[in-house]
Structure formats: structure tokens, C-alpha cells
């Protein structure tokens, strides 16, 4: 698929090195582990969780620049994406969630689609809002080893193909 500024295309095994210098990134990662990711544990976690889902490689001309996918469970589906430090604040991130929506609620026949981040996550909440998810809830999870922020919790967007568009 190709868009105003981005190239996306399904990920294969093949994908395993954008993977790895996207998830070994700790900045990347910040909220979602805390720190960046060995190489063992992005093809033996990251790699197969991803091609679990209808997961597309993001290029801005031949330059990777991240990933985005739905999580598809039944009529409803979880939208992920993870983009690399210096395409940060591009407005790639919801440029290519609004793709997904379209495919969501089009081809897919999804009837929700949502997206949950930690709630001091204020970039990624925008990306949220900017797609046309709204504020839904704020969880609280309890974790083992929590994140700093965790205590404010984890906040859930979501859209309904009724409202959108």
C-alpha cells in the first residue's frame, strides 16, 4: 500500500533486523519495556507476536521507519505501531493508523477498533486522538517490575465504524 508520504508493506520473517534496531532502541521502547530489546528476544518475542498479526512495515521512500498493525479478535481489533526516534512528531504514526482504520472498518468488516498506551504517554495518546480515537478508560494493571508512570496508569482509545469517518 502506498499513502501521502509512506510505503507499507506486510512484514515477513525476512523483517527481523528493522525489527531489531527498532526494538533495541531504549527510547523506543521507554514505555513499553523500559529498555531496548536483545536480538534473541526480538526474533524469539517480537518477530512471531507481530506476524500473529496483520502487521505492515512503514518506508518513507526506501527508508524504514516502523511498523504498524491490528490485532484482529473477532469484529474488533487492537491497533499497535512503533515508529523509530527520528520520525518522531512527522505525524507518520497517525498517518499510517488512519490507513489501518480504513482497512479496519472497510475490507475487514471490523465494527471497533482500539489502542491502549501508558497514560504519561502523551505522544502516543496524540497519535490516538489525531486517528479520531477518543478517551475510552484509564486502567489500573499491576506489574511486576512497573515503568516509571505506571502509577498514573493505562489509558484505552477506541473508535467505533459507526463513528467514523
Do not use: C
Request: charged letters at 25%.
Amino acid at each position: 500500500m502506498e499513502i501521502a508520504r509512506l510505503r507499507l508493506r506486510p512484514l515477513t520473517p525476512d523483517d527481523l533486523e528493522h525489527l531489531v534496531a527498532l526494538h533495541g532502541d531504549p527510547q523506543v521502547m521507554a514505555f513499553i519495556t523500559g529498555a531496548g530489546e536483545s536480538r534473541e528476544t526480538v526474533a524469539r518475542e517480537h518477530l512471531p507476536d507481530l506476524l500473529s498479526r496483520r502487521t505492515w512495515l512503514l518506508f518513507e521512500g526506501d527508508r524504514f521507519i516502523g511498523w504498524a498493525s491490528l490485532r484482529v479478535e473477532g469484529t474488533d481489533a487492537e491497533l499497535g505501531y512503533r515508529l523509530v526516534r527520528s520520525a518522531w512528531g512527522e505525524g507518520y504514526a497517525a498517518e499510517a493508523a488512519r490507513v489501518l482504520l480504513e482497512l479496519g472498518f472497510g475490507e475487514l468488516g471490523l465494527t471497533r477498533i482500539w489502542a491502549q498506551t501508558m497514560a504519561v504517554n502523551t505522544a502516543s495518546r496524540r497519535v490516538m486522538e489525531k486517528a479520531g480515537l477518543a478517551y475510552v478508560r484509564t486502567l489500573h494493571l499491576t506489574w511486576d517490575d512497573p515503568l516509571p508512570g505506571a502509577e498514573q496508569g493505562e489509558v484505552e482509545y477506541a473508535i467505533a465504524r459507526t463513528d467514523w469517518r
